[in-house]
């Protein structure tokens, strides 16, 4: 899977491994689906106006788009959230696969 970091700001090294660890887990839920189809963006802002950070994720897997938006106060808390969304997302989606196909071979 390839992944595309985007921020305007400076991010710690902590922050950046975290991200690393959260699109391994990703990875590893696509493992079985051909994960080198899949196309990550991670876009980091902060919102000025409301002193908040915004995280924005796109996951292109298999004929879908995935997307999870969150802000938060802190930008670690915003980059959290926003990887369970997609993590939900992504494994709903799984289910409805694995129905789909189970339910293709079971067919006469």
Do not use: W
């Amino acid at each position: 899977m390839r992944y595309q970091l985007h921020h305007d700001m400076p991010i710690g090294s902590s922050l950046e491994k975290a991200i690393e660890n959260k699109v391994e887990k990703i990875k590893k839920r696509l493992k079985r689906y051909h994960p080198d189809v899949a196309d990550l963006a991670i876009k980091l802002d902060r919102l000025e106006n409301r002193n908040e950070y915004e995280c924005n994720l796109i996951l292109k897997a298999f004929k879908e788009t995935m997307y999870a938006k969150k802000t938060a106060p802190e930008l670690r808390v915003a980059v959290d959230k926003c990887f369970d969304a997609i993590f939900r997302e992504l494994d709903h989606y799984r289910i409805k696969i694995n129905k789909s196909l189970h339910s293709n071979t079971r067919q006469p």
